[in-house]
Structures are given as structure tokens and as C-alpha cells.
T-cell receptor
Framework: AQSVTQPDIHITVSEGASLELRCNYS??????LFWYVQSPGQGLQLLLK??????LVQGIKGFEAEFKRSQSSFNLRKPSVHWSDAAEYFC??????????FGTGTRLLVSP | SAVISQKPSRDICQRGTSLTIQCQVD?????MFWYRQQPGQSLTLIAT?????????ESGFVIDKFPISRPNLTFSTLTVSNMSPEDSSIYLC?????????FGSGTQLSVL
């Protein structure tokens, strides 16, 4: 079955600390993978995408993600979190024709 | 990227009524998508709307409940018909540009 799993519902990180949000996928081939961020009351903003090639993908706002085929993972990282990064983060997979399957999201809380 | 405008941004509706959500894009796009985000949950694709053809609905969604129009390459509407409290969700339109999905800010619907 095609699915995206984000095992962490909530994560709390101190401001300035590093961040890693986990994402695992289940798909019969190498999918296109995305990370989106949703701030309260707003739509989704695309942070980065992986289509092929370099497995380390750079995105906006200082985020990066690494595709690991052997682990079926696409974890999102940021070396130093800012208070404005507090939001809901969604990992998504393109299952064809730009139809996205989303994970259940991880809510990031940033403590002072 | 694209500027995607959704109207209304939020609404409170009575059971049994219908609401039409509009999505306007600042550029011509072939594929538009409608997603639903139920409270505290992830996004689920409702349907794909291509200009000049009938919308394609995902499993669990039907045209009678969620009729969609796509009169041109920059505009689409989604109607939520005969609403019940279970339809209370955020509804988002998205567009495909260069194999990336961009989202509108969503319509928050509450059904009493």
C-alpha cells in the first residue's frame, strides 16, 4: 500500500537547537517526495522536494532533507531552529499525476 | 510559484445548505486539485480538475456531494452540498507548476 508515515505527532525543540523530523514512505518505486509547512490559519508552503539525483535536498528557510532509499526515509533537518519555525510539518509523496499522499503531520513546538 | 486565492477564507454554514468555494490562480495551469483537511488530520485528495473535462474523484468522494467546475485555466470551484457537521474541514485548492504542488490558504468551513 502507498503510505507516508510521520511517527512523531509532536516535537519540542529549544530555540537554536537542531531539528530532525522523520518521514517514512511505502511505495513500489522511488517516489517524488515533498515537505510542506503549515502555519496556524494558513495554507501549505512547499519547503523542498526530491525528484531524483542528489539525495540531500536543500530547501527554503534553511531546511534540508535527505532521501535514503535503503530506509525508505526522507527526514527533514534544520541546524538551528528559530521560534518562527513553530508550525505543522507534512511529508508527502507523489503517487503519480501529481496526486499527493500526505503523512499525518508533526507539530513542532519551539521553546525559548 | 503561483499566487492562489481562495474565497471565502472561512464560513459558518447551516446543516443542509451548500457552499461554493472559489479558487483563482494568477497563471494558467492545466491541473488543479482539491484537498480536504479534517480537524487535526492530514490532507486528503478529493478530486483532480482539468479544464475541459469532468473532474476525477478519489475513492470516498462523489460528484453529487462535491461538484467541481473548471471553466478555464485559472479558475475552479468546489461546492460542498447538503452539508452536515462531518463536512467541517479546511478545504484547499492546489495547482501543479513544474511538478510541484502549490496550495491556496484554504477555506475553513464549520457546519452547525
Amino acid at each position: 500500500a502507498q503510505s507516508v508515515t510521520q511517527p512523531d505527532i509532536h516535537i519540542t525543540v529549544s530555540e537554536g537547537a537542531s531539528l530532525e523530523l522523520r518521514c517514512n514512505y511505502s511505495y513500489g518505486a522511488t517516489p517524488y517526495l515533498f515537505w510542506y509547512v503549515q502555519s496556524p490559519g494558513q495554507g501549505l508552503q512547499l519547503l523542498l522536494k526530491y525528484f531524483s539525483g542528489d539525495t540531500l535536498v536543500q530547501g527554503i528557510k534553511g531546511f534540508e532533507a535527505e532521501f535514503k532509499r535503503s530506509q525508505s526515509s526522507f527526514n527533514l533537518r534544520k541546524p538551528s531552529v528559530h521560534w518562527s519555525d513553530a508550525a505543522e510539518y507534512f511529508c508527502a509523496m507523489d503517487t503519480g499525476f501529481q496526486k499527493l499522499v500526505f503523512g499525518t503531520g508533526t507539530r513542532l513546538l519551539v521553546s525559548p | 510559484s503561483a499566487v492562489i486565492s481562495q474565497k471565502p477564507s472561512r464560513d459558518i454554514c447551516q446543516r443542509g445548505t451548500s457552499l461554493t468555494i472559489q479558487c483563482q490562480v494568477d497563471s494558467q495551469v492545466t491541473m488543479m486539485f482539491w484537498y480536504r483537511q479534517q480537524p487535526g488530520q492530514s490532507l486528503t485528495l478529493i478530486a483532480t480538475a482539468n479544464q475541459g473535462s469532468e473532474a476525477t474523484y478519489e475513492s470516498g468522494f462523489v460528484i453529487d456531494k462535491f461538484p467541481i467546475s473548471r471553466p478555464n485555466l485559472t479558475f475552479s470551484t468546489l461546492t460542498v452540498s447538503n452539508m452536515s457537521p462531518e463536512d467541517s474541514s479546511i478545504y484547499l485548492c492546489s495547482v501543479d507548476i513544474n511538478e510541484k504542488l502549490f496550495f491556496g490558504s484554504g477555506t475553513q468551513l464549520s457546519v452547525l
